[in-house]
């Protein structure tokens, strides 16, 4: 009796052990997922800002709004415009929509 206690104190150990694991890997995979994100948040910031300016230059001060350079400027394919400021949950680029939570 007390060898199948231990036993199944053991299975129950490296069972949790793996999944203890698993759970660490998976929170380093999410935050490299959100640092890669980010950067590419932040380098779409940036292109759109020199595009922008480069526009107000060309254009003698007017300037588009961040939908119509995406389209205008070429930074998107035409089709994935839409969906970028329609779908985007990063403020500058657009709202999410509806169906997928909260709008902002």
Request: glycine share 6%; net charge negative.
């Amino acid at each position: 009796m007390e060898a199948e206690k231990q036993l199944i104190r053991e299975e129950y150990e490296e069972r949790l052990a793996r999944l203890k694991a698993d759970y660490k890997a998976e929170q380093e995979s999410r935050a490299r997922l959100e640092e890669d994100i980010t950067a590419m948040r932040n380098s779409y910031d940036v292109r759109l800002s020199t595009l922008q300016e480069n526009l107000r230059k060309e254009t003698g001060g007017s300037s588009l709004s961040p939908g119509a350079v995406s389209r205008e400027g070429g930074l998107f394919p035409p089709h994935c415009s839409n969906y970028v400021t329609e779908h985007s949950p990063h403020p500058r680029l657009g709202s999410v929509s509806s169906s997928q939570g909260s709008s902002k």
